[in-house]
DNA sequence: CGGATGTGCAACCCTGTAGTTGCACTGAAT
DNA sequence: ATTCAGTGCAACTACAGGGTTGCACATCCG
């Protein structure tokens, strides 16, 4: 999951999805140089870590965010950033002691 | 800097370093079924990426985690995440004008 | 001093994957 | 029915990156 959003050309495609809304894989590829065969193996990749979902809709496919899925990086971030603050407080309140009046 | 984070040996290894303080390369690697050399290849991706600092005493090089690396990181997550959940507020907007009573 | 321990650098496989091209299939429009 | 736009699948190339090994350099301890 992490892995997705290693590449800058996903994040983008992830980012203009969630301002613009659902898009096709042609319409999308148009915007980059690329060929529509490497966005759309960067959309199922996305799909593929629960970040996109495509609904068909006659003979295209609509791609869009699916809200959730950054939670669970933003809370594994959140967790780690605890751990560490919680060792900093414990070295302040271990220095504080030492040094204390 | 995601790219840092892709891999699962590094957040482990940025996993441990929080939890248990400062360590050395060669401490961390005789905890992984890889050589040191592998474990100091993920060190200095981590330290490229902002996520690590590693200070020299004597002849051992100790690595521990700075604190703000992750919050660029959230900050992006959140950034796409409002910008995706303010289109979800237009959509139900529209929908209740267009439904409402 | 000499040996042990820890680090740094470089060259080298090997797998994963981003990107391409080509072709077949399906839905819509004339 | 034919044509056109959009999609899907598969084979192929090329490059990045994870991992290894080998050796040289620095540092601590006897």
Redesign the pocket.
Do not use: I, L, W
């Given at each position: 999951m992490f892995?997705a959003l290693?590449?800058p050309?996903r994040r983008q495609l992830l980012d203009q999805l969630a301002s613009e809304g659902p898009l096709?894989?042609?319409?999308l590829a148009a915007r980059y140089?690329?060929?529509?065969?490497?966005v759309?193996?960067?959309l199922t990749?996305l799909a593929a870590a629960g970040l996109l979902v495509?609904e068909?809709q006659?003979?295209?496919?609509?791609y869009q965010v699916v809200g959730g899925g950054l939670g669970q990086a933003a809370t594994w971030l959140s967790e780690v950033g605890d751990r560490w603050d919680q060792r900093l407080d414990a070295l302040q309140r271990r220095f504080k002691d030492s040094s204390g009046p």
């Open positions: 892995a290693a590449d050309t096709t894989a042609t319409a140089p690329m060929s529509r065969q490497a759309v193996k960067h990749a495509g068909r006659g003979r295209e496919v609509r």
